[in-house]
């Protein structure tokens, strides 16, 4: 069964995953390029774990590193809220370069260094934040795409992300692409009250190349739930006629294998930059 044409916009998938990428930059010089998104997991074995004094430690890193460091244009961590694991935890950081992601890190060490100039205080604060999180972690690497609909994260309660995969057709093109994307996200997401943020994701670098991630800001739960039928609402409203919608349809769904999944993470508003 194909996707929820309602629930999600199209991308391109006719061209190579490196293609899509440059265009994806040149086409988001406003805005951030790059989208590094970090798994974490808890030590679930941390017998002192307070969510209190948790969220106290990493704002303090936050107000010492991440808040000072000019080379991350955003960031944000989320909390599980209905996942397969419920141990993850996401960060995210968001660039206006490749070449800035490794330069961030880079300026990020000099500032825990500013931020902890005592060597015992430093190793010591960085074994308490350590103590939270389990050894394992993923990273991966996304380009954006137009079409965003930006909003202030942290008056945002819940994020949405469904991650969806190219079908990659022969006769796909750039073009019908940026036509079928631009009137979908101006007709629906654009004009659905419910959806204060939206952020489109393609494959940079990382674990699945075929990877399209779309990321909604939501205010509750609540309003996720209406959210698919406000799409469809809005949707119906745009293609009136049936054969239009159905001629639309077909050419959006070639991109797609049909595969999806669905993740729902809780804003932490006091670590959004």
């Known amino acids: 069964m194909r996707r929820n044409i309602y629930l999600i916009t199209v991308v391109l998938a006719g061209l190579l995953a490196t293609t899509l990428t440059v265009a994806a930059q040149e086409e ?3 805005g951030p390029a790059f989208v590094t998104v970090s798994t974490w997991h808890w030590n679930m074995d941390y017998e002192d774990f307070d ?3 948790w969220k106290a430690v990493e704002k ?5 590193v991440t808040a000072k460091n000019e080379l991350i244009m955003g960031s944000g961590v989320y909390l599980h809220h209905f996942t397969p694991d419920n141990s993850e935890l996401l960060r995210v950081n968001s660039f206006a370069s490749w070449e800035d992601i490794d330069k961030a890190t880079e300026r990020s060490n000099v500032l825990i260094r500013e ?6 205080a430093r190793e010591a604060f960085m074994q308490k934040r350590n103590a939270y999180y389990s050894d394992m972690h993923s990273d991966e690497i996304y380009a954006t795409l137009p079409n965003r609909k930006a909003t202030n994260i942290a008056e945002a309660g819940i994020l949405y992300i469904r991650r969806n995969h190219f079908a990659f057709p022969e006769e796909g093109s750039m073009e019908e692409f940026s036509s079928l994307e631009k009137e979908y996200v101006d007709n629906v997401f654009r004009k659905n009250e419910l959806i204060k943020g939206y952020y489109p994701l393609v494959h940079a670098w990382g674990s699945d190349r075929t990877d399209f991630v779309e990321a909604f800001l939501l205010d509750s739960m609540e309003n996720l739930e209406k959210l698919s039928d406000r799409n469809r609402e809005l949707y119906r409203a745009h293609w009136a006629d049936e054969s239009a919608r159905k001629e639309r349809e077909k050419k959006a769904g070639k991109y797609f294998t049909g595969v999806h999944g669905d993740y729902i993470y809780d804003v932490v508003s006091e670590l959004v930059k």
């Open 60 to 64: 303090e890193y936050y107000d010492k």
């Open 28 to 30: 988001t010089q406003e």
């Open 115 to 120: 931020g902890w100039p005592d060597e015992a």
């Open 51 to 53: 969510m209190d004094t």
